[in-house]
């Protein structure tokens, strides 16, 4: 390609590229509309850690006031008896000393919310419970439907085991069908009220976002709403420091522990050797005879190699051809060349000792032709 053609290919390339990238440009637009789309992030920081988050900034955004709670301090909480005191968690873990400061502040107007235990287990044993009269054992969880007007339909409790109340001590509200046990119950205990519901995963953080479940949720804390404090209280049992950051750290340690393992294998003491074995010893002659005269033939040596060779030609011509072997000098070289049908001077010279290494190639030829035609 000469000059001119280059030209012209660079001028052609320079004004149809922006020509193929407007034409391209043009089909896109066309054909494809710029669309904004709203993707929800999972939460992170305190929404994360916190389950009750997204209730406790509802309450806030409703301009009632609202605390929370790691663990059950329940000299912490039951100062106003207008207040009211949801525990997120087994209520199995409170003790009987922690059960009765509560019951007795709810009997001077407090509101109490709680759930029944994950695990099942004998009610009469947890001494909340025990409290509302409830004696028979919890039952298998069943889903309850939840319809609210202009809303789709939903099921809730799907998750909690349900309880049978006593008969003796009958609850304000209840929901829920008594072959299969209650989801939520009210009690009348004292001037307050205790709710017992079978599972409160409607008051997490993603599923408050739907408009049933804050309904639900206004109609759980309806008693003392408005009047006191709002004390969540979440009782999940904490991992030990050193479990919690194996589970949450792992982005970290994990480098660092391959960082580690590579370091160690690479400082640490090999289980084998850098280099192979050693080639076992071999018993062949001419391997030995053929490594000497490699080392002679590198050392310089050549005369040597030419003499042995010469004399083992010597050796066979003795043997084969005795008067010719008798004779010497010219007359031998001669009767050899006209014996092996090569050239006189040839024969001479093979004979004769090499100077060079060119001249040590080309008389060792010689004399291995001359054995091979003797």
């Given amino acids: 390609m000469n000059a001119r053609e280059r030209g012209i290919l660079a001028g052609g390339i320079a004004l149809g590229l922006p020509l193929v990238l407007a034409v391209a440009t043009a089909w896109v637009l066309h054909?494809?509309?710029?669309?904004?789309?709203?993707?929800?992030?999972?939460?992170?920081?305190?929404?994360?850690?916190?389950?009750?988050?997204?209730?406790?900034?509802?309450?806030?955004?409703?301009?009632?006031?609202?605390?929370?709670?790691d663990g059950l301090q329940p000299a912490a909480l039951v100062g106003n008896p207008r207040d009211t005191v949801l525990l997120l968690g087994d209520p199995a873990r409170v003790d009987a000393a922690a059960a009765g400061q509560l019951l007795a502040w709810v009997s001077r107007g407090g509101h109490l919310v709680l759930r029944t235990?994950?695990?099942?287990?004998?009610?009469?044993?947890?001494?909340?419970?025990?409290?509302?009269?409830l004696r028979q054992g919890l039952r298998a969880p069943r889903c309850e439907p939840l319809r609210v007007p202009r809303q789709p339909?939903?099921?809730?409790?799907?998750?909690?085991?349900?309880?049978?109340?006593?008969?003796?001590?009958?609850?304000?509200?209840?929901?829920?069908?008594?072959?299969?046990?209650?989801?939520?119950?009210?009690?009348?205990?004292?001037?307050g009220h205790v709710d017992l519901l079978a599972d409160m995963d409607f008051l997490g953080n993603g599923p408050l976002r739907e408009v049933p479940h804050q309904a639900l949720a206004r109609q759980v804390l309806a008693p003392n709403y408005g009047r006191g404090t709002v004390h969540l209280v979440r009782m999940s049992e904490r991992l030990p420091p050193w479990l919690e950051l194996l589970r949450r750290g792992w982005m970290v340690w994990l480098p660092l522990l391959l960082l580690l393992g590579a370091g160690l294998w690479r400082h640490g003491q090999r289980f084998g050797p850098w280099l192979p074995a050693p080639v076992a010893a071999r018993r062949s002659l001419l391997e030995h005879v053929q490594a000497s005269g490699e080392l002679l033939y590198r050392r310089g040596h050549h005369e040597l190699l030419h003499a042995a060779l010469r004399e083992a030609f010597l050796a066979r011509l003795r043997r084969r051809e005795p008067a010719l072997?008798?004779?010497?000098?010219?007359?031998?070289a001669a009767a050899l060349a006209a014996r092996l049908q090569l050239p006189p001077q040839l024969v001479r010279e093979a004979l004769q000792r090499p100077g060079?290494?060119?001249?040590?190639?080309?008389?060792?030829?010689?004399?291995?032709?001359?054995r091979n035609r003797l």
């Fill in 117 to 133: 235990p994950p695990r099942g287990g004998d009610p009469g044993a947890v001494p909340l419970l025990a409290a509302l009269g």
């Fill in 153 to 191: 339909d939903h099921v809730e409790f799907c998750r909690g085991r349900r309880f049978v109340p006593d008969a003796a001590r009958p609850p304000q509200l209840r929901w829920g069908q008594e072959g299969h046990g209650l989801a939520w119950a009210r009690w009348r205990h004292g001037r």
């Fill in 31 to 69: 054909n494809f509309e710029r669309v904004e789309r709203r993707i929800p992030l999972p939460p992170g920081g305190e929404a994360a850690a916190d389950p009750l988050y997204a209730l406790r900034r509802t309450l806030e955004a409703d301009g009632r006031p609202v605390a929370g709670h």
């Fill in 356 to 370: 060079d290494r060119q001249e040590f190639h080309a008389r060792m030829r010689t004399l291995v032709q001359m």
């Fill in 325 to 332: 072997h008798a004779l010497a000098g010219a007359e031998r």
